[in-house]
Nanobody
C-alpha cells in the first residue's frame, strides 16, 4: 500500500526558510501527482504545491508562488518542499499527499493518499 511520511517541520521566524521532506513507498508511482496540502485551525484546507512524479511538471497555489519550490528525487523516493520568505500566515499542519491521476479534484487538494502531517509554525 502507498505510504507517505513527512518530516522537517518546526518553528521558524518570519522571513526564514524551512525544507520539508516526504518519504514515499508502495509504488510504482508512474504519473502520480505528489503534493503538499496545508490546514490551519479554523481555516479551509489549502493546496500548496504538486509535482508529476514522471514528468516533473509542477503546480503552485497562488499564495506561495515565488516563495515555495516543490521537487523530487525519484531514485531516493523523496518529495521536498523548500519554503522561503516564510510568513506567519504560513503556519499550519503540512501534509504530503499522492494521487494516481492528475485531475480537477487533485488541484483542489483532494488526494487519494495522505501522510500524518508535520507542523510548521512561523513567528512574527
Amino acid at each position: 500500500q502507498v505510504r507517505l511520511v513527512e518530516s522537517g517541520g518546526g518553528l521558524v521566524q518570519a522571513g526564514g526558510s524551512l525544507r520539508l521532506s516526504c518519504a514515499v513507498s508502495g509504488g510504482p508511482f508512474s504519473n502520480y501527482a505528489m503534493g503538499w496540502v496545508r490546514q490551519a485551525p479554523g481555516k479551509e484546507r489549502e493546496m500548496v504545491a504538486a509535482i508529476n512524479w514522471s514528468s516533473g511538471s509542477t503546480y503552485y497555489g497562488d499564495s506561495v508562488k515565488g516563495r515555495f519550490t516543490i521537487s523530487k528525487d525519484n531514485a531516493m523516493n523523496l518529495v521536498y518542499l523548500q519554503m522561503n520568505s516564510l510568513r506567519p500566515e504560513d503556519t499550519a499542519t503540512y501534509y504530503c499527499a499522492a494521487d494516481s491521476s492528475i485531475r480537477v479534484s487533485t488541484i483542489r487538494g483532494e488526494f487519494e493518499y495522505w501522510g500524518q502531517g508535520t507542523q510548521v509554525t512561523v513567528s512574527s
